[in-house]
């Protein structure tokens, strides 16, 4: 299963609108709050012009991208982490992704209503935030006082664990704090983990702007820079207009309009990419005159939990990988020749698989 980022917002800032041309899923992208109940889920391709190289020397029957899937959520309004707009059911959805991806409106349009009357990013960054923090730390205080009490009466490790992984969360989310910024021991983390608290996952910023805004940024897309430098996270601008004209388009006409616009690619490619680098993965690749085939791993992965990835039989199994890389391919021309110059490894069990490996299983079940 693809992990998933969820894109977040208040309504009528674009979410959907990207949502349809990443996914051409045409989710509704009418001009009225809470058009969208229903998350919208798409499972997109990462593009990505290695997979695409290998398959023209290796010259395979199929080709087959890696994947991710985006869920376009519902806008938030404030006091969606007291009911207020249907607000318990969309941070329900919000819970379940790997990450989110916050798109902030940076354009003005008078026909396009703003939920808070007006264009101004900093206050709409800080009621989603603050509403996932709010729904955060009403999570840790229902679960303070059972925790405190066990916590007093045992030497379970794994209790104490959990009430002072509580305790450093209470403090940071009363202060403000994002769960995500709180230092936790490994065990910690684990009894974390179970709170499956909203602010603890990774924030890419989407800055959607109109096509001026794209090419020099304005002061709404300066303000959000500014602040994703202070919470040490990543922004991205994105033109959902543009991205959605660019969609409808067949692959020359794009390759044109891209080209007429000085863009190499899609913002949407972008904000694809973007979104892999923050839930920290990797792609690896697999290459025969069957099929070419990339594969999404977590970086840093050894290579019997790369290999569990095509089948738990190939990880259970695991006796060795054949492993090059993709550069050498492209340098030589062939796997023979890569060969040839001695670049064909034989990787045991504690091989890291670097991105752009090209690899080959061999195991026994």
Same mark, same amino acid.
């Given at each position: 299963?693809?992990?998933? @980022? ?76 007291? $009911? ?19 798109? +902030?409106? @940076? ?32 999570? +840790? ?97 994105? @033109? ?85 890389? @993709? ?10 020749? +890569? ?16 991105? $752009? ?9």
């Amino acid at each position: 299963m693809p992990l998933n @980022c969820g894109i977040v917002g208040l309504p009528n800032v674009g979410k959907s609108t990207i949502f349809n041309a990443l996914t051409a899923a045409e989710a509704p992208a009418a001009n009225y709050p809470f058009c969208t109940i229903d998350p919208n889920v798409g499972i997109v391709p990462v593009p990505d012009a290695r997979l695409d190289r290998i398959t023209q020397f290796v010259k395979p029957n199929r080709t087959v991208p890696t994947t991710m899937e985006f869920i376009d959520i519902a806008g938030l309004v404030e006091g969606a982490s007291k $009911g207020e707009g249907l607000g318990n059911q969309f941070l329900g959805h919000i819970r379940s992704t790997d990450a989110i991806v916050h798109v +902030v409106r @940076c354009f003005e349009d008078h026909n396009v209503i703003h939920v808070a009357g007006g264009v101004n990013p900093m206050h709409d960054i800080d009621i989603i935030n603050t509403e996932l923090l709010l729904a955060d730390l009403d999570s +840790v205080e229902k679960r303070w006082a059972k925790s405190e009490k066990a916590a007093r009466n045992t030497q379970d490790a794994k209790i104490k664990n959990e009430f002072e992984a509580l305790k450093k969360l209470k403090e940071a989310l009363d202060a403000g704090r994002p769960a995500r910024t709180v230092e936790l021991s490994e065990e910690e983390q684990a009894a974390a983990r179970e709170l499956f608290l909203i602010t603890a996952k990774p924030v890419l910023y989407v800055a959607n702007v109109d096509e001026a805004g794209l090419k020099n940024g304005n002061q709404w897309v300066a303000a959000v820079e500014k602040r994703a430098v202070e919470e040490n996270a990543e922004v991205i601008r994105i @033109c959902g207009a543009m991205e959605s004209e660019i969609a409808l388009l067949d692959p020359a006409e794009r390759a044109e309009f891209l080209a007429e616009l000085g863009l190499e690619e899609p913002g949407l490619n972008r904000l694809i990419h973007s979104a892999y680098k923050l839930l920290g993965l990797s792609t690896y690749f697999t290459a025969g005159v069957q099929e070419v085939r990339a594969w999404t791993i977590p970086t840093g992965a050894k290579a019997p939990q790369a290999a569990g990835v095509i089948h738990s039989d190939f990880e259970r199994g695991f006796i060795r990988a054949d492993a090059y890389h @993709c550069e050498h391919l492209f340098t030589l021309g062939s796997e023979q020749a +890569v060969k040839e110059k001695g670049l064909l490894r034989s990787e045991g069990k504690e091989y890291t698989v670097k991105d $752009g490996d090209i690899l080959f299983f061999k195991f026994n079940v």
